[in-house]
DNA sequence: TCATAGTGTGTATATTTATTCCTATTTTCT
DNA sequence: AGAAAATAGGAATAAATATACACACTATGA
């Protein structure tokens, strides 16, 4: 049904947009969108769009979307909802560190651009960068902390800059 | 309290091992392992380690590790199931380590998908794989054993295990 | 056409998960 | 040491979530 695939997608908005903590909490929004469902349903939407409830840093739940996946999976996003995943991220979505090197992960699709900024930014931290799909490995000069790469690198990757 | 510490590690081990559907599953594997407690406090451990409930691709839910990361970032959660297996033993040639790195020789052609397997397990050893065609570069975070590396990429390349 | 299969959803309910209330134990501070 | 605060965890229960069942509607095919 049509009615099925627009509220999916409205759903997906909003747990992007908003903090939603339990389902009833999303029955209202959805009202306010003209979506008049009951929690049962709501329960097999986000079964299907497989998403989390997960605690957040706060001790509070909060649900959150599954990370795309590729070609392997069947879950299959709108490209209008596509396009802008993590609005304001740039793609990036996690970067940890292991003595010299760095990995970012990012969207799909968005390393090379990512790891073209940083390589166009010729720090003396960073010796240099290999991207994939989405996962950029960083290779730090000798001696550099992992705090002076996260501020070296919060130059050319806006999410990492500390609110 | 020490009990606490240790609960929380065979938590993380036993939901990193087997798929783990629903609180009160878990209860069993910890009183196989000695451990004793009720569903209250798995509620709890549970938010505390910030593990999620997921649906899977089966229409069935799996409970997950958050992604390990380092300072920033916003958590996304790798919908479960793709987790283990595939990956044909066809496509593996040989794998060696160097300190934190480990490269894994392919077949050409094969580097990309077990790259791509390798990736979705979320395993806390591997910060993240850059592939080529026939060679896969894997960074391991800071302190794991070459032991560990390897028992952990067994998980996801199957000529890796030792039966 | 009518049967059959498939999808979508509400209601009611079962199941699962989080929390409230309480007690015990440990840690911190004076 | 003793008081106060923090931490841990069980029992019971509230809250949240998943599902069994029923029914409506759509598409398909003989």
Known sequence: MKLKKKRLEVIREIINTRK??????????????????????????????????????TGRYIYTLPKEEGMGGNVRYT?????????????????????????IKTSPGY???????????????????????DTILIILAEGISHEEAYTALSKYVPALRTQ
């Open 20 to 57: 939603i903590g339990c389902q009833v909490e999303l029955l209202q929004p959805l009202l306010d969108m003209g979506i008049d469902v009951t929690q049962a349903t709501l329960s097999r939407d986000l079964k299907q769009l497989k998403i989390a409830k997960v605690p957040d840093s």
């Open 79 to 103: 490209p209008a909802l596509d396009r802008h995943p993590i609005v304001g991220l740039g793609g990036f979505l996690s970067i940890s560190f292991s003595y010299n090197l760095v990995v």
């Open 111 to 133: 390393a090379g651009s990512i790891a073209y900024d940083i390589d166009n930014g010729n720090s003396k931290e960073i010796l240099g960068t290999v991207a994939g799909d």
